[in-house]
Every structure is written in structure tokens, then in C-alpha cells.
């Protein structure tokens, strides 16, 4: 009988973590040497450079690959610096892409302003409805990058069905998986072809450190995107790689409790005078409900609404929180609170990515439940 593998925690725990040999150190040692002594002219233990490789990054991809059910894993300085590997890695230009609407406003802007200034073309589309998708498609369709949950509107993309899609017309198939996290879904098991994070957002999770990270499965495009990590150069120091696996060791307790609270806050929403709509995978009347359910082991802890009073209420709203924190980004222990259309995603004003400008995303953290709901209630109604 095969012994089944580790489970997700384990792994987590684990997975290229070896207590240190000379030592016995139980936490691998943060290395923070920028070269690597040769023995002979290109005899050396298996690092060079720390641009080119450094082992507490090393540590950090091997985990990481782990936990996304991937061959191959590279860190990088940022969830944009990743974005952008795999952009280039994946899309020539004079290529043809197809972005999910309901993306990240960095993302938008980094494929809008930079990639498509290079020539590589680009069609916006809801991707969690096929006749968008097909027609968004063209002859020269490389590549399907969807975000599932979107970012802001928690939106619900069947990952094996768009998989499929893509595969059968000869293209490959981005999943940013940042607002899930791999504790909560797998895309590569799915049939992605790469995942990308943020990892300073969950797998951080702390609000101390900025990072990305992309997972790969297919040893070509491992290739391709490890020659243009250390090509540009847009790697993580040390520190942040011991941050961000430090993280990572408490993400699936951290989710389970997330995941808690942000159903019962989506729950107080639903039911709350001055709010219009909620925008949450874990409620039975979301269009994504079924397959969330079906693709994803929890519904994340992003919880967006429309505020009935329209967009300068929401505004005003956001300001008048005492514990949910008016800031950019998510995905840690402290509840935050944003204005998407004036905030994360205002690079995607005026385009078919814009943002509703009644809209609230909140970040719901690990403060007592009872606690936010006290903090929404008296902001909706000052």
C-alpha cells in the first residue's frame, strides 16, 4: 500500500524545512549571503549568486510548490513582479490575451499600461460566463488569465471548465489565486497551467512583509519563467522569504477563521438597511455559490457590498470604521477597509474594468466576530 502523502498542514509545516544538518536547528537558518564560494571555476554547491538563487528562497518555493499541488515554484519581489514573469513568459507580443474583468486594478494596469504598450493585445471579459469568453476569443488567443474570487466583486470561475476551454484552443490558463489561497482551492489540480499569488496578502498574512510567487506545471514553462526570474532580477530578499514561510506555517488556521467570520459578517450585511447588496461566495444566492462549493474547501475572507445610499456614502462610510483599518491590500490578521473604485482599483476607471463607485470591500480579519459586526453597524448608520 502506497502511504498517503502529508496533508495540507503538514506540508505546510514541512515541505523544504528539513531541520538544519550541522545544527539540528529546527527553523531553517535565514541565509543571507548575496555569493556562494566555487570550488573550481563553476563547481559550487548548488548556488552562485543570490540573484540567481539563495537556499531561504529556495525553502520558501519548495513549500510553496507543495502547498499548490505544483512541480515547480519561484518567489518573487512582489505579486506584480510574479504578474509580470508570467506575462512575459506566456504571451508574445502580437499576441493575443484574455483578462478577467473582475481583476485586480494592479493587474489591469501592469497588462493595460506596460504589456500592451509592448504589442500583446487584450480583450476583458466576464470569465465565468462561457458566451463572454467566446467571444473575447481569437485566432491568436495565448492565454486566459481569471482571477477566482475576483477582486472586487467575488466573483466564481469554473477553473476545470475554463481549463478545458483554453486547452482545447491551444492556450494556457493563468489562475491568481490570492484571495483563495492553496488552502482553500487548488487550481493546478484543476487544470491551470500557473498560479500566481501575492504573498503579501494571506500567506503573509501579517502585513509586514510584500512578496509574489508563481506555480507552475509544466517543466518548459518552468524553464521560461526561472531563466526570466533571474534574468530581471525581481526576487525577494531573505528576510521577506522567512517572513512570508513564517506565515504560511498558520494559514490554515488563519483561513478557518476568516472564512468564520467573514460568512457571519456577509450574513449581517445581507439582512442591514443601509446596504444594497452583498457580494459573498459563502451565501446561497451568489451565481457562484455551487461551484465555489464544489471547487473550493472554504469562501475565502473578502466580503465586498453596494451601499444603498450610493457612492458618497460609501465613501464616508469607509472613514468612520474604528477597527476595520481604511488602507490597501488584505489577506491579514487586522480587518480592512477600502473604497475600491477610488482606491485599489482606481487605475481601471474609465475602462470595462471599472469599479461600481458604491462599492465597499472590507478584508475581514481575526478580531472577535462580535466586535466588527458592533464597528459596521455604527459606521452604516452614523
Known amino acids: 500500500m502506497t502511504p498517503a502523502s502529508p496533508g495540507f498542514e503538514t506540508r505546510a509545516i514541512?515541505?523544504?524545512?528539513?531541520?538544519?544538518?550541522?545544527?539540528?536547528?529546527?527553523?531553517?537558518?535565514?541565509?543571507?549571503?548575496?555569493?556562494?564560494?566555487?570550488?573550481?571555476?563553476?563547481?559550487?554547491?548548488?548556488?552562485?549568486?543570490?540573484?540567481?538563487?539563495?537556499?531561504?528562497?529556495?525553502?520558501?518555493?519548495?513549500q510553496l510548490a507543495s502547498l499548490e499541488l505544483a512541480r515547480f515554484g519561484f518567489a518573487f519581489a512582489s505579486g506584480l513582479a510574479a504578474e509580470d514573469a508570467v506575462l512575459r513568459a506566456t504571451v508574445a507580443p502580437?499576441?493575443?490575451?484574455?483578462?478577467?474583468?473582475?481583476?485586480y486594478g494592479g493587474t489591469f494596469r501592469l497588462v493595460d499600461r506596460v504589456h500592451a504598450?509592448?504589442?500583446?493585445?487584450?480583450?476583458?471579459?466576464n470569465t465565468a460566463d462561457t458566451e463572454s469568453l467566446n467571444e473575447a476569443w481569437r485566432d491568436t488567443t495565448t492565454l486566459l488569465w481569471v482571477e477566482t474570487p475576483g477582486n472586487p466583486s467575488l466573483s466564481i470561475v469554473d477553473i476545470k471548465a475554463v481549463a478545458e476551454l483554453a486547452h482545447s484552443r491551444g492556450a494556457l490558463l493563468v489562475v491568481d489565486n490570492t484571495f483563495a489561497t492553496p488552502y482553500l482551492q487548488n487550481p493546478i489540480?484543476?487544470?491551470?497551467?500557473?498560479?500566481?499569488?501575492?504573498?503579501?496578502?494571506?500567506?503573509?498574512?501579517?502585513?509586514?512583509?510584500?512578496?509574489?510567487?508563481?506555480?507552475?506545471?509544466?517543466?518548459?514553462?518552468?524553464?521560461?519563467?526561472?531563466?526570466?526570474?533571474?534574468?530581471?532580477?525581481a526576487v525577494p530578499g531573505p528576510w521577506d522569504c522567512y517572513l512570508v514561510q513564517r506565515g504560511v506555517k498558520t494559514l490554515a488556521v488563519r483561513m478557518d477563521r476568516h472564512c468564520q467570520n467573514a460568512l457571519a459578517v456577509a450574513q449581517f450585511l445581507a439582512d442591514h438597511p443601509r446596504v444594497a447588496k452583498v457580494l459573498y461566495?459563502?451565501?446561497?444566492?451568489?451565481?457562484?455559490?455551487?461551484?465555489?462549493?464544489?471547487?473550493m474547501r472554504g469562501f475565502g475572507g473578502m466580503v465586498s457590498f453596494h451601499h444603498a445610499d450610493g457612492a458618497e456614502a460609501a465613501i464616508r462610510m469607509v472613514s468612520l470604521t474604528k477597527l476595520f483599518t481604511l488602507a490597501e491590500s488584505l489577506g491579514a490578521v487586522e480587518s480592512l477597509i477600502e473604497h475600491p473604485a477610488r482606491m485599489t482599483h482606481h487605475s481601471a476607471a474609465e475602462s470595462a474594468a471599472a469599479v461600481a463607485p458604491d462599492l465597499v470591500r472590507l478584508s475581514v480579519g481575526l478580531e472577535l466576530v462580535d466586535d466588527l459586526l458592533t464597528d459596521l453597524d455604527q459606521a452604516l448608520d452614523a
Not at 94 to 103: K, V, Y
Open 189 to 233: 489540480a484543476l487544470g491551470a497551467d500557473v498560479v500566481v499569488h501575492s504573498t503579501t496578502k494571506y500567506l503573509g498574512g501579517h502585513s509586514d512583509v510584500v512578496g509574489g510567487f508563481a506555480a507552475v506545471a509544466d517543466p518548459e514553462l518552468a524553464e521560461r519563467i526561472s531563466f526570466l526570474q533571474n534574468a530581471a532580477g
Open 281 to 295: 461566495p459563502g451565501l446561497p444566492g451568489h451565481p457562484g455559490h455551487e461551484t465555489a462549493k464544489r471547487q
Open 94 to 103: 502580437r499576441g493575443h490575451m484574455i483578462l478577467s474583468a473582475d481583476a
Open 14 to 62: 514541512h515541505s523544504g524545512q528539513d531541520p538544519d544538518p550541522t545544527t539540528g536547528a529546527v527553523i531553517p537558518a535565514v541565509n543571507l549571503a548575496t555569493t556562494f564560494r566555487q570550488s573550481a571555476v563553476g563547481q559550487h554547491q548548488g548556488f552562485e549568486y543570490s540573484r540567481s538563487g539563495n537556499p531561504t528562497r529556495r525553502s520558501l518555493e519548495a
Open 117 to 125: 504598450a509592448a504589442g500583446v493585445a487584450y480583450t476583458l471579459a
